[in-house]
C-alpha cells in the first residue's frame, strides 16, 4: 500500500499540553500535507511541507519531516479544547502520481 | 467566501437505486476529487477530474461513476447502491495538480439500506 500511516491512532491529552502526532510513508514524495476534520465534516487544509523542507511553523503548530526516515511529524503546542478532531496526513508520490494518498488519521481529544 | 458544496448532508438510498451526490465548487478549479471515508480507513480516492469530460479511476472506481459537464461541477454516480456502499463521501477540488492544499465538501453520509 502507498498509504501513509498515522501514529497514534488515538491521542488524549488535558488543555495546555503539546500533541504530537507522526506519519509515516513508503515511498519518495514531492510534499506532505496535513489536514484536520471536526467529527462529521469535512476536511481543511493545515499545513504543506516539501520534500526539500525539514521544518515549517503555522501558528502553535510545528511539522517536521524526515525524508530519510520517510517520515513526519504534527506538532500542536499548547492545545485548546477546540483543537479536537481527526488529524490526517497526505502525500503525494513523485513516481508521476497527481492525486494525494491519506493516512487513517490520528483521533485526538483535548480534555478542559 | 470560497467553498465546496455537496448537495446532501444525509442520504438514505435503498439497494439497487441509482444514486447521485452532487459537488459544486466556486473557486475555478480544475481539479476535482470523489473520496469515501471509512472508519479506520482512512480516505480513499474514487474518481478525479483534471478537466471538464475528463475523469480518471482512483483507487477504488469498482461500482461508481462520474460526470464532468461543466468545471465547477462533479457527480459521483452510484449505478446500483450497495449495502458496502454505505459510508461518508468527501468532494475536494484543488488548484495545483498535485493538489496542494485541497478544499473539502462537508460531505454526504449515505446509508444504503
Known sequence: ?112 | DVKVTQSSRYLVKRTGEKVFLECVQDMDHENMFWYRQDPGLGLRLIYFSYDVKMKEKGDIPEGYSVSREKKERFSLILESASTNQTSMYLCASSLSRPPMGSTFGSGTRLTVV
Not at chain 1, 5 to 20: C, F, H, K, R, V
Not at chain 1, 51 to 76: A, F, M, P, Y
Request: proline fraction near 2%; hydrophobic fraction near 30%; include cysteine.
Open chain 1, 1 to 112: 500500500s502507498q498509504q501513509g500511516e498515522e501514529d497514534p491512532q488515538a491521542l488524549s491529552i488535558q488543555e495546555g499540553e503539546n500533541a504530537t502526532m507522526n506519519c509515516s510513508y513508503k515511498t519518495s514524495i514531492n510534499n506532505l500535507q496535513w489536514y484536520r476534520q471536526n467529527s462529521g465534516r469535512g476536511l481543511v487544509h493545515l499545513i504543506l511541507i516539501r520534500s526539500n523542507e525539514r521544518e515549517k511553523h503555522s501558528g502553535r503548530l510545528r511539522v517536521t519531516l524526515d525524508t530519510s526516515k520517510k517520515s513526519s511529524s504534527l506538532l500542536i503546542t499548547a492545545s485548546r479544547a477546540a483543537d479536537t478532531a481527526s488529524y490526517f496526513c497526505a502525500t503525494d508520490f513523485s513516481g508521476g502520481y497527481n492525486k494525494l494518498i491519506f493516512g487513517a488519521g490520528t483521533r485526538l481529544a483535548v480534555h478542559p
